[in-house]
Each structure stands twice: as structure tokens, then as C-alpha cells.
């Protein structure tokens, strides 16, 4: 996952303390940039893409967020976000005095029709200094839509533990790596059974899981970059299409195909 990323990009609004407005909207098509620096805000966010791929990364998770998903980052959650190639961004800082009644964690959600169209209905509004009567009725109905939001399974949990972020960067730097876990154990100066252990206590799944969880998540990205199925496949390190698209089918109920189509 390592990119030269030409731009860094800095958004002020999540910083914002005002009731007044109480939602901050922000959109812009971006190519090859990135946000300035991880940082943390007292704003909740809604962190949406209607076309492109998006890396999302907190201290515990990594997301990789197409269109059919958006991911909500708590209040004051440190986060950075990544924009390879081109992407359309939307995204929506809710004031802390919205936040009593949202999650408290973070995490990605598959996209609804109804919210999606809230969310655009939000940006019609260009962000007043002050919300009518009618636009803080329809805000409600907004922040009662993301009070009942589900995590998706399509996130990668990631540890602060050095033994594990050994192994788990040289895994995103090397995604067609068919090494054993007892290769990364000796990498990481453990033996294989407590590398084992380390990973079902430390990102609560085991080694193999995590692997394969990596690429179908890295296929997500690259099918946002319009890349061929068997480009993918083989990038990854599968010895074929087939084998690679039935895994893919079986993890995300779609052909890779498929997958990104609305």
C-alpha cells in the first residue's frame, strides 16, 4: 500500500465548535493526495466517496471505502485518509452537541438509498451560518438514520504491539507473499505459536484470516482502480482467476465483477 501521494490536504471544519451549525458538508474531486497529518477533531464524521477508492486508518483499523460503503469516525478518533487516483469525496462534520445519541466508535457501514439521499439533500443546503426550522428538521432525521448504523466486516484490524506490526507491514508491502507464519515468527524474533496467539489476542482473528482478509481488501482498492480481474488475481498472489473469484464470492456474496456496481 505504499504510494507516493503528490498533495496533502488540510479540511478545518471537523475543529469547528458551533451549534448554530450543527452540520458542516464538504465535497471535492481529489487525485493522488492525502490529509496532512493524522489528526483527531471534536466533530463526528460521515466520510463517503461516490466514485474511487478511499484508505481510511485509525490506530486500531484500516477500511479501504468505495461507494457502496461510508465510515464514521467518532469524536476526537485519530484517523488519517487517503486518496489514490481519482476520487469524488463527501463528507459531513456533526457538532459535539449532535453527538449524544451517535456511536461512540468507529467504523465502516454499508451505504443506504435514504441516507444517501439526506446526506445530498444536507449539501443543498451550503452549509449556513445559521439552520431554518425545516433544515434542522431534516438534520434529525439524518442523525437518527446514523444512530442506527451496523459495522460492516469489511474492515482490517490493526496493533500498536511491535511483534505483530512487524509481521503486518511486511504482509502491505508484499500482498502475493506466500511465506508461512513460521517465516514471520522468526521475522518478528517469536516462535509460530505465540506469533498464533499474538494475532487471535491482538486483532482477534488468526494469521491466515488476516492474510486473506488483506488481499480481498487490497482487491477492493484495486477494482476502484479499474484494474482487470486477473490482474488482481494474480497481483495477490492467486494461482488463478477462478480460485481467486470464488474466495472473493464466498468473503462479499458478489463476483469481483460485480462487486462495485450500484
Not at 462534520?93 to 461512540?104: C, E, H, R
Not at 452549509?127 to 446514523?146: A, S, Y
Not at 484494474?227 to 463476483?255: C, Q
Request: overall charge neutral; proline content about 4%.
Amino acid at each position: 500500500m505504499n504510494i507516493d501521494y503528490k498533495t496533502s490536504i488540510e479540511i478545518d471544519s471537523g475543529y469547528e465548535i458551533n451549534e448554530l451549525r450543527p452540520v458542516i458538508t464538504y465535497s471535492e474531486d481529489i487525485q493522488n493526495a492525502k490529509c496532512a497529518n493524522s489528526h483527531a477533531h471534536p466533530r463526528g464524521q460521515i466520510i463517503s466517496c461516490s466514485s474511487g477508492v478511499m484508505e481510511i486508518v485509525t490506530k486500531c483499523n484500516i477500511w479501504i471505502v468505495n461507494p457502496l460503503q461510508s465510515v464514521w469516525i467518532a469524536s476526537n478518533e485519530e484517523h488519517q485518509v487517503f486518496f489514490p487516483n481519482n476520487v469524488k469525496v463527501i463528507t459531513a462534520f456533526i457538532d459535539k452537541s449532535k453527538l449524544k445519541n451517535l456511536p461512540k466508535d468507529s467504523f465502516a457501514f454499508d451505504n443506504s438509498n435514504f441516507l444517501n439521499s439526506l446526506l445530498e439533500k444536507i449539501i443543498s443546503f451550503s452549509n449556513p451560518n445559521k439552520f431554518t426550522q425545516q433544515q434542522n428538521r431534516v438534520l434529525e432525521v439524518f442523525l437518527d438514520e446514523i444512530s442506527t448504523l451496523e459495522p460492516s466486516t469489511t474492515f482490517l484490524p490493526t496493533s500498536q504491539d511491535e511483534r505483530v506490526k512487524i509481521v503486518v507491514d511486511d504482509l502491505m508491502d508484499n500482498f502475493s507473499s506466500k511465506n508461512t507464519i513460521d517465516y514471520y515468527a522468526d521475522k518478528s524474533s517469536v516462535s509460530p505459536r505465540t506469533l498464533s496467539r499474538l494475532f487471535n489476542k491482538e486483532l482477534g482473528m488468526s494469521f491466515g484470516d488476516w492474510r486473506m482478509r488483506l488481499k480481498l481488501i487490497e482487491a477492493v482498492k484495486q477494482l476502484g482502480e479499474n484494474k482487470s480481474v486477473k490482474e488482481i488475481a494474480f497481483d495477490l498472489g492467486y494461482e488463478n482467476v477462478s480460485s481467486f473469484t470464488a474466495i472473493f464470492k464466498k468473503h462479499f456474496g458478489k463476483t469481483p465483477t460485480s462487486y462495485l456496481m450500484k
